[in-house]
Nanobody, 119 residues
């Protein structure tokens, strides 16, 4: 059974930090790219950060560059998102994603964790 379980969300003041974790199981995590996405009500889900299978390549949305860091531990089947200098506009539900496209396409999502940045 495939599972992706996010944790680490919560309420934080502007300028604060949070670290999200996504523990995966039920598939070979090391063979999948991983990413974090976020969504606010009424808007499309957007990708925040991505990382390749062995962790030596990452990419970020312009809105979070320099503030967020994605990393992974394939021994723990876990992907992380370290968020610093949080802003009100970072408020959203954050979802982790794992994907592979060759030889077959499989895309898995977590259930989401709420991040609220508010004073």
């Amino acid at each position: 059974q495939v599972r992706l379980v996010e944790s680490g969300g919560g309420v934080v003041q502007p300028g604060g930090s949070l670290r999200l974790s996504c523990v995966t199981s039920g598939f070979t995590f090391s063979g999948y790219t991983a990413s974090w996405h976020r969504q606010v009500p009424g808007k499309e889900r957007e990708m925040v950060a991505g990382i390749n299978q062995n962790g030596d390549f990452t990419n970020y949305a312009d809105s979070v560059k320099g503030r967020f860091t994605i990393s992974r531990d394939n021994d723990l089947n876990t992907v992380y998102l370290q968020m610093t200098n949080l802003k009100a506009e970072d408020t959203a539900v954050y979802y982790c994603n794992a994907a592979t496209y060759f030889p077959d396409k499989y895309i898995y999502w977590g259930q989401g964790t709420q991040v609220t940045v508010s004073s």
